[in-house]
């Protein structure tokens, strides 16, 4: 999100939680307990196509048990071409809404309301796409936990990520992990794309882009040529398709649906320079240097749930069972595991890791 916003501005103060859209590196949404300081800071990272409010709810349960957790779209996603005031709405009516299967008629009256300029942010969010590369995306992250942390250097804090946020949670973790930054204390991966699954719904120039990706995925330099050749080609790509893996709960395809910010196609390149990133990032899984809470539906359509359950496993082996969680759900499909029936489960599950985590 870009905007002349210098200071911090409150949206919602109820039920001792407070919601704050700050400006550092950039618009960030902040979600913390009233009147007391956090245990500890949650970086979360939103999946492909996505944007920050679709985990608003999971926030309000982090500050609920006193954690601060802090929102931003990533570089083309949500808000980012836009005015970030004009995402204050949609962020005070994702906690608001008392059943969460009432989101999806707010959001078709926030879709009403907003309409012209999201539609304008969708299609510059588009043009900034076509020339993004995960590394961006890796700097902006780390940009925006630096600046949150200005001060208080010594505050405990945690990474998370869902889907292509797992996969950049746990890189930006590693990376501020071997420079010795003791604070933070943990990944939380859901859905990670450590792999992904090669979608079967493409075809032509496309499909040969997909499988060309994944059956010469050994050889990296093969990977960015087709990626500067998707680039140049201006290739995109309907994921349409992916909206009916994401959740078993049967209000959700209504709240997709109405979602005004929730991207319907991408340029190839942008998929491709995801893939490249996991190809970088499988050969740590022996090496890595924090803790993971991991969750993975075994049958996710979209990412490889088990090798990502894999990938926890190793990092289990190798730094400790009593301080690593791996939660793997055989048959189940779900992509976004805190927009299914595994949410509250779930959530229990990550509040026991950052008790565990603080407390160490």
Request: aromatic letters at 10%; charged letters at 25%.
């Amino acid at each position: 999100m870009t905007s002349d916003i210098k200071n911090d501005i409150v949206f919602y103060r109820m039920n001792g939680i407070t919601g704050t859209l700050r400006s550092c590196a950039a618009d960030t949404l902040v979600i913390e307990p009233e009147g007391a300081a956090a245990k500890a800071s949650v970086f979360f990272i939103h999946g492909l196509a996505e944007n920050c409010c679709r985990h608003i709810q999971f926030a309000v349960e982090l500050a609920k048990n006193g954690y601060q957790a802090v929102l931003f779209d990533l570089p083309g996603h949500g808000w980012d071409s836009g005015d970030a005031r004009d995402l204050l709405w949609l962020a005070q009516g994702c906690i608001a809404v008392d059943e969460p299967q009432d989101l999806a008629v707010f959001l078709k009256i926030y879709a009403a309301q907003y309409r012209a300029a999201a539609e304008s942010v969708m299609r510059q969010n588009y043009q900034k796409l076509k020339r993004l590369s995960m590394e961006d995306n890796l700097q902006f992250v780390r940009n925006i936990i630096e600046s949150h942390r200005q001060g208080g250097a010594d505050q405990p804090y945690f990474i998370a990520g869902h889907s292509m946020g797992g996969l950049l949670a746990a890189e930006t973790a590693r990376r501020i992990a071997i420079q010795g930054d003791d604070a933070l204390k943990g990944v939380l991966l859901l859905s990670p794309a450590i792999r992904a699954v090669n979608p079967p719904h493409s075809s032509g120039f496309t499909r040969f882009i997909e499988n060309a990706a994944w059956k010469m995925k050994p050889c990296r330099g093969m990977c960015r040529f087709l990626t500067v050749l998707t680039r140049l080609s201006r290739v995109k790509m309907d994921i349409r398709w992916s909206f009916s893996h994401l959740s078993d709960l049967e209000f959700e395809p209504d709240v997709q649906a109405a979602d005004p910010l929730l991207r319907k196609d991408l340029p190839a390149a942008y998929l491709l320079a995801i893939y490249e990133l996991m190809q970088d990032f499988r050969k740590y899984s022996d090496s890595y240097p924090r803790d993971i809470a991991l969750f993975a539906a075994l049958d996710d359509k979209l990412v490889n749930g088990q090798e990502a359950a894999d990938f926890g496993k190793k990092v289990q082996k190798n730094r400790g069972e009593k301080v690593n969680m791996v939660f793997q759900y055989p048959d189940f499909w779900p992509h976004e595991l805190l927009r299914s029936s595994k949410k509250a489960e779930i959530t229990s599950h990550v509040l026991d890791f950052l008790r565990q985590h603080c407390n160490a």
